[in-house]
């Protein structure tokens, strides 16, 4: 079975800060690995998707890395702004299913 | 474009009645999931299903019964409410070849 890892649980740093998030996953033999953000009360929002013939993929501020070999991913997001804050979930979809790490809670203060 | 949508957002159930949530999505994905989230738990996969008319258990089936008759919906039910199945229930959906997912927004259930 498929186990998701996320480090560390919660996070807090100041506004500007440049962070990294941290996800591993026991199985290597995944289909693609997708980030998440999920606001209070709310539903999950997508940030990436990478493949996993794919080692990176960025869209403005996020920038998302794969290691397939050594089970790893991270989410890096520069210049963090409070509007940032908010829990970050990484899937890996594996066979037919998605698994899930039970996220990061990141606050950023102004 | 209304992607995956879900219904109802927010219910109440007494212990032991019955409920059904509807799931429905616009974009001809094959793949469809429902999810439960509880905290400190992360989303734990229930029921999904890889084409209309096909059903699968997933980690915690127990309770629950799922049916995809039309390709476009997914219905989750509750035959007999517990309060072990209070919960935010979500939604996915996803195509086969770029297997990404999509969430719904979520259904608040509790059951008292």
Redesign the interface.
Known sequence: KQEVTQIPAALSVPEGENLVLNCSFTDSAI??L?W?RQDPG?????LL?IQSSQREQTSGRLNASLDKSSGRSTLYIAASQPGDSATY?C?V?YG???Y????TSLTVIP | NAGVTQTPKFRVLKTGQSMTLLCAQDMNHEYMYWYRQDPGMGLRLIHYSVGEGTTAKGEVPDGYNVSRLKKQNFLLGLESAAPSQTSVYFCASSAINRDEAFFGQGTRLTVV
């Open positions: 289909y693609n997708q998440f709310k539903g999950l929002t997508s998707l979930l899937a979809k037919n299913q998605f899930f790490g039970t996220g």
